[in-house]
């Protein structure tokens, strides 16, 4: 029932506008509400407005917006699974008690401050800090390409205190706060993403998340937005491979429709597999979440296979619309295109090989 119905919603209200969007580098503010009145914003996690639903529910809703655009998929996964995630899993009862009731019904938007501009794999490297002055923390730093930033109510914030990496909640309006959108994107135009300035940002002492220290805190929440794209980027893959056999059986050559030859019989057969393989790990995955079996590898096992594939099947779907496939009348160039962005955040590929490395082999390799 989940599946379906985001798949319908998908193809109402996100099919008939999504290219457009994706030409103008847009995504519609008032998306959040619709996608909140449907339960998707923060749907894995339990109380506070949010349904507590399983990972393999939350995973199919991923896999359905992506479906229509890596954009959406991503808008919901900053605003459940990092920002909401965040607040739920580290914040006080009084950061759960203002802002997780209205985001999860999109009444109010966050995002995740944890990249720099020259600290994206080495987060612990960051220079954004936070210092106290008397009862208050004062923050200074820049955060660099955040989904939702200029758009958002709310920013967890990660910075390096004398305490460690700590996090905080910081809200839109404070000021010295502010956030530039960023232009002339390629990829994943149909999602805002920005910079975050931090200019003596003054906050109250309970501002900071008081449960956690260094980089647990966030590669937490990474872990759960991880999770998500493992679905979601079998959700691109399957409509680049839909439109590719669709685009195959009517397409003629040669008094023939293409999709009788041989060669793109073969790439038809390549990307399906894939997508099967991918699509059932991912279901696997979310068994042994729901199970309490899931650990980070898994996820990183499936975070680096199936964005892979999903790139490829991208591109051989490509060849088989030839030059119509590099226009936005079809949907796989910009699929195609989002993939390129999908397939280094959240960690890399090169990121995800050596935390899978350090797993069968015991010996770590990232310095």
């Given at each position: 029932m989940i599946r379906d119905t985001v798949r319908a919603f998908v193809t109402d209200q996100i099919?008939?506008?999504?290219g457009d969007w994706f030409e103008q580098g847009f995504l519609p503010k008032e998306l959040a509400r619709n996608l909140g009145g449907l339960g998707l914003l923060g749907m894995h996690l339990s109380g506070y407005g949010c349904p507590g639903a399983s990972a393999v529910a939350y995973g199919l809703a991923c896999m359905e917006l992506e479906a229509g655009d890596s954009g959406v998929r991503s808008f919901a996964?900053?605003?459940?699974s990092l920002a909401m995630f965040a607040i739920?899993?580290?914040?006080s009862e009084e950061q759960k008690q203002q802002w997780l009731a209205p985001m999860a019904a999109g009444e109010k938007i966050g995002c995740f401050g944890l990249t720099e501009a020259d600290f994206g794999s080495n987060p612990a490297g960051m220079r954004t800090s936070a210092r106290r002055d008397g009862g208050d923390w004062?923050?200074?730093?820049?955060k660099m390409w955040i989904t939702n930033g200029g758009i958002a109510d709310v920013a967890v914030i990660w910075a390096m205190t004398d305490e460690g990496i700590r996090g905080f909640c910081v809200p839109a309006q404070t000021k010295g706060f502010t956030a530039n959108d960023i232009e002339r994107k390629l990829s994943l135009r149909a999602s805002i993403t920005s910079e975050l300035v931090l200019h003596d940002c003054r906050l109250p002492a309970d501002a900071a998340f008081p449960e956690v220290h260094g980089l647990k805190g966030p590669l937490a929440c990474l872990n759960e937005a991880r999770y998500g794209i493992i679905w979601g980027s079998m959700g691109a893959a399957r409509t680049c491979y839909e439109t590719a056999l669709d685009y195959a059986?009517?397409?003629?050559?040669?008094?023939?429709?293409?999709?009788a030859f041989q060669l793109t019989q073969q790439k038809l057969v390549d990307m399906l597999l894939e997508l099967g393989k991918g699509t059932l790990l991912a279901l696997h995955i979310g068994r042994m979440k729901d199970g309490g079996r899931a650990a980070p590898d898994h996820v990183s096992f499936g975070k680096l296979n199936n964005v892979r594939e999903a790139l490829q099947i991208a591109r051989e779907a490509r060849t088989i619309l030839g030059a119509n496939g590099v226009t936005l009348e079809y949907p796989v160039i910009r699929h195609m295109n989002n993939l390129e962005s999908v397939l280094t955040y959240e960690g890399t590929?090169?990121?995800?090989?050596?935390?899978?490395?350090q797993a069968i082999t015991g010996k770590p390799a990232f310095t």
């Amino acid at each position: 029932m989940i599946r379906d119905t985001v798949r319908a919603f998908v193809t109402d209200q996100i099919l008939p506008r999504i290219g457009d969007w994706f030409e103008q580098g847009f995504l519609p503010k008032e998306l959040a509400r619709n996608l909140g009145g449907l339960g998707l914003l923060g749907m894995h996690l339990s109380g506070y407005g949010c349904p507590g639903a399983s990972a393999v529910a939350y995973g199919l809703a991923c896999m359905e917006l992506e479906a229509g655009d890596s954009g959406v998929r991503s808008f919901a996964s900053v605003q459940g699974s990092l920002a909401m995630f965040a607040i739920h899993r580290w914040g006080s009862e009084e950061q759960k008690q203002q802002w997780l009731a209205p985001m999860a019904a999109g009444e109010k938007i966050g995002c995740f401050g944890l990249t720099e501009a020259d600290f994206g794999s080495n987060p612990a490297g960051m220079r954004t800090s936070a210092r106290r002055d008397g009862g208050d923390w004062i923050l200074n730093g820049t955060k660099m390409w955040i989904t939702n930033g200029g758009i958002a109510d709310v920013a967890v914030i990660w910075a390096m205190t004398d305490e460690g990496i700590r996090g905080f909640c910081v809200p839109a309006q404070t000021k010295g706060f502010t956030a530039n959108d960023i232009e002339r994107k390629l990829s994943l135009r149909a999602s805002i993403t920005s910079e975050l300035v931090l200019h003596d940002c003054r906050l109250p002492a309970d501002a900071a998340f008081p449960e956690v220290h260094g980089l647990k805190g966030p590669l937490a929440c990474l872990n759960e937005a991880r999770y998500g794209i493992i679905w979601g980027s079998m959700g691109a893959a399957r409509t680049c491979y839909e439109t590719a056999l669709d685009y195959a059986k009517t397409r003629v050559q040669f008094d023939r429709p293409i999709a009788a030859f041989q060669l793109t019989q073969q790439k038809l057969v390549d990307m399906l597999l894939e997508l099967g393989k991918g699509t059932l790990l991912a279901l696997h995955i979310g068994r042994m979440k729901d199970g309490g079996r899931a650990a980070p590898d898994h996820v990183s096992f499936g975070k680096l296979n199936n964005v892979r594939e999903a790139l490829q099947i991208a591109r051989e779907a490509r060849t088989i619309l030839g030059a119509n496939g590099v226009t936005l009348e079809y949907p796989v160039i910009r699929h195609m295109n989002n993939l390129e962005s999908v397939l280094t955040y959240e960690g890399t590929s090169e990121i995800h090989t050596l935390i899978l490395g350090q797993a069968i082999t015991g010996k770590p390799a990232f310095t």
